[in-house]
Protein backbone atom coordinates (compact mmCIF):
# COMPACT_ATOMS: atom_id res chain seq x y z
CA UNK A 1 0.00 0.00 0.00
CA UNK A 2 2.97 2.66 1.08
CA UNK A 3 5.85 0.61 -1.29
CA UNK A 4 6.61 4.18 -2.74
CA UNK A 5 10.36 4.69 -3.12
CA UNK A 6 11.46 6.46 0.36
CA UNK A 7 12.13 9.83 0.41
CA UNK A 8 12.16 10.68 4.27
CA UNK A 9 14.46 8.87 6.57
CA UNK A 10 13.65 10.18 9.91
CA UNK A 11 15.42 8.16 12.32
CA UNK A 12 19.27 8.54 11.98
CA UNK A 13 22.22 7.86 14.17
CA UNK A 14 25.44 9.76 13.67
CA UNK A 15 28.79 10.01 15.36
CA UNK A 16 27.10 12.43 17.94
CA UNK A 17 25.64 9.40 19.73
CA UNK A 18 26.17 5.63 18.50
CA UNK A 19 26.71 5.78 14.71
CA UNK A 20 29.63 5.47 13.01
CA UNK A 21 29.28 8.24 10.05
CA UNK A 22 29.63 12.04 11.03
CA UNK A 23 26.94 13.73 10.18
CA UNK A 24 28.07 15.26 7.06
CA UNK A 25 28.44 11.89 5.77
CA UNK A 26 25.04 11.10 6.32
CA UNK A 27 23.93 13.93 4.39
CA UNK A 28 26.37 12.95 1.06
CA UNK A 29 25.02 9.52 1.49
CA UNK A 30 21.47 10.40 1.51
CA UNK A 31 21.46 13.46 -0.67
CA UNK A 32 23.20 10.77 -3.11
CA UNK A 33 20.47 8.11 -2.55
CA UNK A 34 17.94 10.93 -3.66
CA UNK A 35 16.09 11.36 -0.19
CA UNK A 36 14.59 15.07 0.59
CA UNK A 37 13.92 14.92 4.22
CA UNK A 38 16.44 13.03 7.12
CA UNK A 39 16.01 13.90 10.60
CA UNK A 40 18.89 13.66 13.24
CA UNK A 41 17.58 11.43 15.81
CA UNK A 42 21.01 10.95 17.79
CA UNK A 43 20.56 9.62 21.63
CA UNK A 44 20.11 12.62 24.42
CA UNK A 45 22.06 14.98 21.76
CA UNK A 46 21.80 17.41 19.63
CA UNK A 47 25.30 18.37 18.65
CA UNK A 48 25.48 16.26 15.15
CA UNK A 49 22.45 18.84 14.27
CA UNK A 50 24.65 21.98 12.94
CA UNK A 51 27.23 19.96 10.95
CA UNK A 52 23.82 18.30 8.78
CA UNK A 53 22.18 21.69 8.36
CA UNK A 54 25.80 23.01 6.67
CA UNK A 55 26.12 20.18 4.49
CA UNK A 56 22.41 20.30 3.43
CA UNK A 57 22.79 23.86 2.43
CA UNK A 58 22.19 23.87 -1.32
CA UNK A 59 21.46 20.50 -1.71
CA UNK A 60 17.64 18.80 -2.34
CA UNK A 61 17.73 17.53 1.26
CA UNK A 62 15.64 19.07 4.59
CA UNK A 63 17.35 18.41 7.74
CA UNK A 64 14.59 18.13 10.46
CA UNK A 65 16.32 18.24 13.71
CA UNK A 66 15.45 15.78 16.34
CA UNK A 67 16.83 13.61 19.25
CA UNK A 68 16.15 10.34 20.82
CA UNK A 69 15.40 10.43 24.72
CA UNK A 70 15.27 7.15 26.36
CA UNK A 71 12.86 5.97 29.55
CA UNK A 72 11.98 2.51 30.89
CA UNK A 73 8.31 1.25 31.99
CA UNK A 74 7.82 -2.03 33.80
CA UNK A 75 11.66 -2.80 33.08
CA UNK A 76 10.97 -2.29 29.49
CA UNK A 77 12.94 0.29 27.09
CA UNK A 78 10.53 3.05 25.77
CA UNK A 79 12.06 5.40 23.37
CA UNK A 80 10.97 8.70 22.23
CA UNK A 81 11.82 10.47 19.24
CA UNK A 82 11.57 14.60 19.48
CA UNK A 83 11.74 15.96 16.31
CA UNK A 84 11.90 20.05 15.81
CA UNK A 85 12.98 20.10 18.77
CA UNK A 86 14.48 23.48 19.94
CA UNK A 87 17.98 22.53 19.36
CA UNK A 88 19.48 25.53 20.12
CA UNK A 89 17.93 26.40 23.19
CA UNK A 90 20.55 26.61 26.43
CA UNK A 91 18.31 24.60 29.15
CA UNK A 92 17.15 21.57 26.96
CA UNK A 93 20.76 21.30 25.92
CA UNK A 94 22.14 21.64 29.58
CA UNK A 95 19.36 18.48 30.16
CA UNK A 96 20.85 16.60 27.27
CA UNK A 97 24.22 17.33 29.09
CA UNK A 98 23.03 15.72 31.94
CA UNK A 99 21.52 13.06 30.86
CA UNK A 100 25.36 12.24 28.56
CA UNK A 101 27.14 12.44 32.19
CA UNK A 102 24.43 9.87 33.58
CA UNK A 103 25.86 7.73 30.54
CA UNK A 104 29.52 8.40 31.16
CA UNK A 105 29.17 7.45 34.61
CA UNK A 106 27.16 4.05 33.69
CA UNK A 107 30.07 3.02 31.43
CA UNK A 108 32.45 3.14 34.50
CA UNK A 109 30.24 1.08 36.31
CA UNK A 110 29.50 -1.11 33.11
CA UNK A 111 33.68 -1.81 32.92
CA UNK A 112 33.54 -2.42 36.88
CA UNK A 113 31.43 -5.07 35.57
CA UNK A 114 33.33 -6.04 33.09
CA UNK A 115 36.57 -6.25 34.92
CA UNK A 116 35.09 -8.57 37.52
CA UNK A 117 34.54 -10.69 34.78
CA UNK A 118 38.41 -10.71 33.21
CA UNK A 119 37.14 -8.59 30.46
CA UNK A 120 39.48 -5.12 31.40
CA UNK A 121 38.76 -2.16 29.08
CA UNK A 122 39.72 1.48 29.97
CA UNK A 123 37.70 4.08 29.83
CA UNK A 124 39.66 5.28 27.16
CA UNK A 125 39.49 2.66 24.89
CA UNK A 126 35.27 2.79 25.04
CA UNK A 127 35.93 7.40 24.61
CA UNK A 128 37.74 6.48 21.32
CA UNK A 129 34.92 4.78 19.65
CA UNK A 130 33.02 7.73 20.63
CA UNK A 131 32.76 11.21 20.00
CA UNK A 132 34.92 11.60 23.27
CA UNK A 133 33.72 12.14 26.40
CA UNK A 134 31.16 15.06 25.21
CA UNK A 135 29.64 12.12 23.23
CA UNK A 136 26.37 10.30 24.07
CA UNK A 137 27.90 7.10 25.45
CA UNK A 138 26.47 3.48 25.27
CA UNK A 139 26.45 0.17 24.73
CA UNK A 140 27.23 -0.28 21.21
CA UNK A 141 30.52 1.86 21.96
CA UNK A 142 31.33 -0.72 24.70
CA UNK A 143 30.61 -3.24 22.46
CA UNK A 144 33.25 -1.96 20.27
CA UNK A 145 35.57 -1.38 22.22
CA UNK A 146 35.45 -4.71 23.52
CA UNK A 147 35.61 -6.65 19.51
CA UNK A 148 38.42 -4.11 18.55
CA UNK A 149 40.56 -4.82 21.81
CA UNK A 150 39.66 -8.87 20.97
CA UNK A 151 38.27 -9.39 24.22
CA UNK A 152 34.79 -10.63 22.21
CA UNK A 153 34.22 -11.62 18.79
CA UNK A 154 31.26 -9.61 17.87
CA UNK A 155 29.01 -6.53 18.67
CA UNK A 156 25.94 -9.45 18.71
CA UNK A 157 28.14 -11.89 21.36
CA UNK A 158 28.78 -8.41 23.46
CA UNK A 159 25.29 -7.74 23.70
CA UNK A 160 24.06 -11.32 24.70
CA UNK A 161 26.60 -12.69 26.94
CA UNK A 162 26.92 -8.81 29.08
CA UNK A 163 25.56 -5.85 27.64
CA UNK A 164 22.14 -7.03 26.85
CA UNK A 165 19.27 -6.30 29.74
CA UNK A 166 19.42 -9.22 32.10
CA UNK A 167 22.99 -9.76 30.79
CA UNK A 168 25.60 -9.49 33.75
CA UNK A 169 27.25 -6.03 33.01
CA UNK A 170 24.18 -4.03 32.49
CA UNK A 171 23.85 -1.33 34.45
CA UNK A 172 19.98 0.95 34.02
CA UNK A 173 21.65 4.52 32.67
CA UNK A 174 18.68 6.56 34.32
CA UNK A 175 15.26 5.59 35.05
CA UNK A 176 12.93 8.37 33.45
CA UNK A 177 9.30 7.64 32.71
CA UNK A 178 7.84 8.32 29.80
CA UNK A 179 5.43 10.39 30.55
CA UNK A 180 8.15 12.33 31.76
CA UNK A 181 10.45 12.31 28.81
CA UNK A 182 7.42 12.65 26.61
CA UNK A 183 7.03 16.57 28.52
CA UNK A 184 10.90 17.14 28.00
CA UNK A 185 9.96 16.87 24.20
CA UNK A 186 7.14 19.37 24.27
CA UNK A 187 9.03 21.35 26.72
CA UNK A 188 11.43 21.95 23.81
CA UNK A 189 9.46 22.81 21.39
CA UNK A 190 9.73 19.02 20.12
CA UNK A 191 6.85 16.65 18.46
CA UNK A 192 7.00 13.35 20.74
CA UNK A 193 6.63 10.20 18.50
CA UNK A 194 6.71 7.09 20.15
CA UNK A 195 9.86 4.98 18.65
CA UNK A 196 9.80 1.77 17.12
CA UNK A 197 6.65 0.45 19.24
CA UNK A 198 7.25 -2.89 17.27
CA UNK A 199 5.63 -5.79 18.31
CA UNK A 200 5.86 -5.81 22.39
CA UNK A 201 4.35 -2.14 23.21
CA UNK A 202 0.46 -2.27 24.60
CA UNK A 203 -1.93 -0.55 23.32
CA UNK A 204 -2.57 0.87 26.84
CA UNK A 205 0.57 2.58 27.59
CA UNK A 206 0.32 4.03 23.72
CA UNK A 207 -3.69 5.53 24.71
CA UNK A 208 -1.81 6.84 27.86
CA UNK A 209 1.80 8.73 26.37
CA UNK A 210 -1.16 10.15 23.81
CA UNK A 211 -3.32 11.32 27.16
CA UNK A 212 0.15 12.80 28.10
CA UNK A 213 1.23 14.62 25.21
CA UNK A 214 2.66 12.20 22.89
CA UNK A 215 1.93 13.64 19.48
CA UNK A 216 3.06 10.40 16.85
CA UNK A 217 3.95 7.58 16.90
CA UNK A 218 7.01 5.69 14.36
CA UNK A 219 5.01 3.23 12.09
CA UNK A 220 7.62 2.56 9.61
CA UNK A 221 11.10 1.09 11.23
CA UNK A 222 13.47 -1.59 9.97
CA UNK A 223 12.20 -3.83 12.66
CA UNK A 224 8.66 -3.73 12.20
CA UNK A 225 7.43 -6.12 9.14
CA UNK A 226 4.12 -5.41 7.33
CA UNK A 227 1.66 -6.69 9.43
CA UNK A 228 3.03 -4.37 12.49
CA UNK A 229 3.05 -1.13 10.37
CA UNK A 230 -0.78 -2.02 9.13
CA UNK A 231 -1.63 -2.09 13.32
CA UNK A 232 0.49 0.84 14.31
CA UNK A 233 -1.37 3.19 11.11
CA UNK A 234 -4.31 1.31 12.67
CA UNK A 235 -3.34 2.10 16.16
CA UNK A 236 -2.32 5.97 15.01
CA UNK A 237 -5.41 6.88 12.95
CA UNK A 238 -7.65 5.08 16.21
CA UNK A 239 -5.65 7.87 18.85
CA UNK A 240 -5.30 10.39 16.23
CA UNK A 241 -1.29 10.27 15.80
CA UNK A 242 0.55 11.66 13.46
CA UNK A 243 3.17 8.66 12.20
CA UNK A 244 6.40 9.06 10.88
CA UNK A 245 9.18 6.53 9.96
CA UNK A 246 12.80 5.54 9.64
CA UNK A 247 15.87 3.05 9.04
CA UNK A 248 17.49 4.00 12.85
CA UNK A 249 20.36 3.75 10.49
CA UNK A 250 23.61 3.35 12.95
CA UNK A 251 26.03 3.71 9.80
CA UNK A 252 28.16 2.20 7.83
CA UNK A 253 30.34 -1.28 9.54
CA UNK A 254 27.71 -0.90 12.48
CA UNK A 255 26.40 -3.96 13.76
CA UNK A 256 23.16 -3.19 11.84
CA UNK A 257 24.70 -2.03 8.61
CA UNK A 258 24.46 0.85 6.20
CA UNK A 259 20.57 1.52 5.93
CA UNK A 260 19.91 5.11 5.16
CA UNK A 261 16.95 5.22 3.15
CA UNK A 262 15.94 1.28 3.82
CA UNK A 263 13.28 2.01 5.63
CA UNK A 264 11.26 5.67 5.74
CA UNK A 265 7.99 7.45 5.68
CA UNK A 266 6.10 8.26 2.17
CA UNK A 267 6.00 12.19 2.28
CA UNK A 268 2.69 11.69 1.68
CA UNK A 269 2.24 10.62 5.41
CA UNK A 270 4.90 12.23 7.07
CA UNK A 271 3.30 14.16 10.05
CA UNK A 272 -0.23 13.28 9.12
CA UNK A 273 -2.44 11.08 10.95
CA UNK A 274 -3.62 8.03 7.88
CA UNK A 275 -6.68 8.24 7.11
P1 LIG B 1 22.16 2.35 25.28
O1 LIG B 1 21.74 3.67 24.72
O2 LIG B 1 23.53 2.37 25.87
O3 LIG B 1 21.16 1.73 26.21
O4 LIG B 1 22.27 1.36 24.03
C1 LIG B 1 21.16 1.18 23.21
C2 LIG B 1 21.63 1.04 21.78
O5 LIG B 1 22.35 -0.18 21.65
C3 LIG B 1 20.50 0.92 20.79
O6 LIG B 1 20.11 2.18 20.33
C4 LIG B 1 21.13 0.12 19.67
O7 LIG B 1 21.88 1.00 18.86
C5 LIG B 1 22.12 -0.77 20.38
N1 LIG B 1 21.64 -2.13 20.63
C6 LIG B 1 20.67 -2.53 21.48
N2 LIG B 1 20.56 -3.87 21.50
C7 LIG B 1 21.50 -4.34 20.63
C8 LIG B 1 21.90 -5.64 20.19
N3 LIG B 1 21.32 -6.75 20.67
N4 LIG B 1 22.89 -5.73 19.29
C9 LIG B 1 23.48 -4.63 18.81
N5 LIG B 1 23.14 -3.39 19.18
C10 LIG B 1 22.17 -3.24 20.07
ZN1 LIG C 1 21.50 3.40 19.15
FE1 LIG D 1 15.72 3.41 19.80
FE1 LIG E 1 17.44 4.92 17.27
Do not use: Q
Not at 70 to 97: A, K, M, P, Q, T
Not at 119 to 133: P, W
Not at 149 to 175: D, N, Q
Request: hydrophobic share 40%; charged share 25%.
Amino acid sequence: MYASRVRADLHIHTTASDGTLAPAKVVRIAASLGLRYVAIADHDTVDGVEEALAAARGTCLSIIPAVELSSVRDGRDIHVLGYFVNWRDRSFREHLGELRRMRLERVRRMLGLLAERGLELALEDVLKEANGENGSLGRPHIARALVRKKLLHSVEEAFERYLGRGAPCFVEKYEHDPVEVVATIRAAGGIPVLAHPGLHLTEEIVAELAGAGLLGIEAFHSDHDPATERRLLRLARGLGLVVTGGSDCHGVGSERGLRIGSRGVPTGLMFRVPA
